[in-house]
Structures are given as C-alpha cells and as structure tokens.
C-alpha cells in the first residue's frame, strides 16, 4: 500500500480546518453557579466516528486529529517539530472497549510536503493500552506515552527508537471493579514535573522528573481526588497560570492552580451530562491562532458517546469543538 494511502486508511488522521470561523458573541457568567461557557460545533464527522486526540498546528492553527474508530486505532498526538507529527497507534476496540496489549506503536507523520510521508518509529511489544502522549525533551527527541493498562510511563526516543519504561507508579494504575481498565490517561510535562490524570481513580497528579529520561526525581503527589462516581477524567490542557482544563464525560471541569499547590479543587465550566449532542468528551488543546488566544480558545475532540459504540444508539458524530476560557475572566 502507498504511504499515502496507509495513511488515509489506517492512521486516519483528519485535519479540520477551525479558521474563518464567526466567533460567538462574548457571553459573562457567573461560572460559580453552573457549568456556563457555551461550545460552539467547528465540525461534526459522521456518527461512529471517535475523535480521540488532536493537536493544534504551529504553522497554521488548524486542528489534526486522531481517530480511534478507524481499523488501526490512533490515540495520542504531538508535534515535535513544525508539520512532523507523532502519533500512538494500535488495535482498540471501541465496541468492546478493550485494547489488543502489544499491538501499540508509535509513528512519524512528516507533512511539511503536500504528500504526507508516515515512518514507524518503534514498536511497543510490552505495552498494555497506550494513550495520551507528550514531549519530553525535544532537543534529544524523547516523548512520554501513557500506558493506561499497565501503569506506567514509556519514553520514546524518535531518533534512536530506543522504548523504556521511564516511570511505574500505582497512582498511574487503573482499579479492576469491573469496567473498562484506564488508569493514567493526559500527561504534560511543565518545568520538571510531569502532570498526569487518571481516569478509574479519578485523580490528578504530580511527579517530578529527570527531562532527560524522565524518571521519578521523587514521590509521586496526588493534587486532586474526584469521585469516580461523578466523572472519569480523560485528557486535558494546562494554560500559562497553571490551570488545569480537563475533559470528562460530556463536559470540561476546571483545576485552578494545578500546577502551583498541593491540593485543588475542581468546578464544571462547560457542558453537561444531560447533553446528547456534544457528548463523549476525549482531549483538548489550547488554540494558536491570534484570535484563538485573545479568547482562551480550547479545542475538544468528541467520540459522539462511547457507549453508543456498544448498543448502536447513536445521538451525535464525533466532533471538534471550541471553549473560549476567557469568558471565565479567570485572567
Ligand atoms: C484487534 O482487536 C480485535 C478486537 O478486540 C481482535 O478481535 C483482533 O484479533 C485484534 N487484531 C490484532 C491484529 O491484534
Ligand atoms: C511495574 O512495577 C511492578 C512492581 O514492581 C512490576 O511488577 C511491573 O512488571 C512493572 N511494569 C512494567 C511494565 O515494567
Ligand atoms: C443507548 O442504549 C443504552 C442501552 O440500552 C442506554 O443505557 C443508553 O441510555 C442509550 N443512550 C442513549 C443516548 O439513548
């Protein structure tokens, strides 16, 4: 097969253009009381499409996104360097909702020419269910991927295809009560800690690393305890205060100051669980674009309702969408 064309059938990546987009009329609320930033739909894919990752361009502010509905499933996503991508891929199953452990591999997608040009960077035969990803350390080209299986963090050099597990700590364990196992599931790195949530725990974490390898430098500090029963936190952004914007369910909640303390609080600011149109809420990513910025624009990938995956009773397509955050007047 062509390159291009295993690109398009497998790796599934779709680029949704968010320009040239009226931008809502600034709407004040009280956010204290109720879930209140409004969600404006930037594109709507077919319903049984799950958009599950995304990543906003450097060079033009346009969303890629990451589909994990497609025959070889595609999860976490980061730009390393301007237009070359690196993604998570592996055989999961969103009617089942269960990971095939040792299928996962993480890719290059170079598309500084027209041609998009995929290259496999490693194979992960020990891994369990691999999830979000980030950067660690660009200069020598080391990412950071989530194994939300087996509890751990591998480190991926895009250089070398050198994989070791960098970290192993129970608040990255899923529980076993009988639902689908994800533990640790977003991470970024900010200074020399790496953040993490976990979404059967309901947590939100705090390790320090070593940028190199990203190995523990110390204990591991669980900063927010949700209830399980009330949300099971997927990915999330983190903005230039330190807040913490993280995705659940059908709706956003927020973690003002998750980087700076010990121990937050959390609030819903967007969404609801009532809500069958914009439902099954995966990652988000802040925007780049000027106007994307002056608004505090996060971008959220949709699954359409993960259940719907399962009984067929879909209410929605998967979707990207926008939040403008500074409606909050956090800022
Ligand atoms: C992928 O997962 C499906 C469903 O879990 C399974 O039936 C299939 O054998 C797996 N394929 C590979 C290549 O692992
Ligand atoms: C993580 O640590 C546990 C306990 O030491 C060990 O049993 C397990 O094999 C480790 N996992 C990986 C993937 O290295
Ligand atoms: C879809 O069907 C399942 C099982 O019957 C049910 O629990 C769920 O509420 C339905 N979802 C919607 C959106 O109607």
């Given at each position: ?25 600034s709407r004040i609320h009280d956010h204290r009381s109720s879930p209140s930033l409004p ?215 927020l ?12 609030e819903f600011v967007a ?56 409606d909050l007047k956090l800022?």
């Amino acid at each position: 097969m062509s390159t291009l064309a295993f690109l398009w059938h497998f790796l599934a990546i779709f680029i949704i253009a968010s320009c040239a987009l009226p931008s809502l009329p600034s709407r004040i609320h009280d956010h204290r009381s109720s879930p209140s930033l409004p969600s404006t739909i930037i594109h709507e894919l077919p319903k049984g499409t799950w958009l599950e990752n995304l990543v906003i361009r450097q060079t033009e502010g346009n969303a890629l996104v990451t589909l994990l509905s497609s025959p070889r499933s595609c999860l976490g996503i980061v730009e390393l360097y301007h237009d070359i991508f690196n993604i998570v891929a592996g055989n999961f199953s969103v009617k089942a909702g269960s990971s095939t452990p040792g299928s996962y591999s993480i890719w290059e997608i170079d598309m500084r020419n027209r041609d998009a040009v995929t290259t496999k960077i490693a194979d992960i035969p020990g891994s369990g269910f691999l999830n979000g990803m980030t950067v660690l350390d660009p200069v020598t080209g080391i990412l950071l991927v989530a194994d939300s299986l087996l509890s751990v963090v591998w480190s991926v050099n895009v250089r070398t295809g050198h994989v070791a597990v960098a970290l192993n700590d129970t608040t990255m364990a899923p529980t076993t009560d009988g639902t689908i196992s994800l533990g640790i599931n977003g991470l970024r790195v900010v200074d020399s800690n790496l953040y993490y949530d976990n979404s059967n725990k309901a947590t939100f974490n705090r390790i320090p690393v070593d940028l190199h390898t990203g190995q523990a430098t110390g204990p591991a500090v669980t900063l927010f305890q949700g209830s399980s029963a009330e949300i099971l936190p997927d990915d999330f952004a983190i903005d230039f205060e330190g807040n913490a914007w993280v995705v659940t369910g059908g709706q956003m909640f927020l973690l003002p100051g998750a980087t700076g303390s010990q121990s937050i609080g959390m609030e819903f600011v967007a969404g609801s669980v009532t809500e069958t149109r914009i439902t099954g809420w995966t990652s988000t990513k802040f925007g780049t674009r000027q106007a994307d910025v002056e608004r505090g624009s996060v971008y959220v990938t949709t699954d359409g309702g993960p259940l719907a995956y399962r009984d067929g009773n879909f209410t929605a397509g998967g979707m990207l969408v926008r939040i403008d955050t500074a409606d909050l007047k956090l800022y």
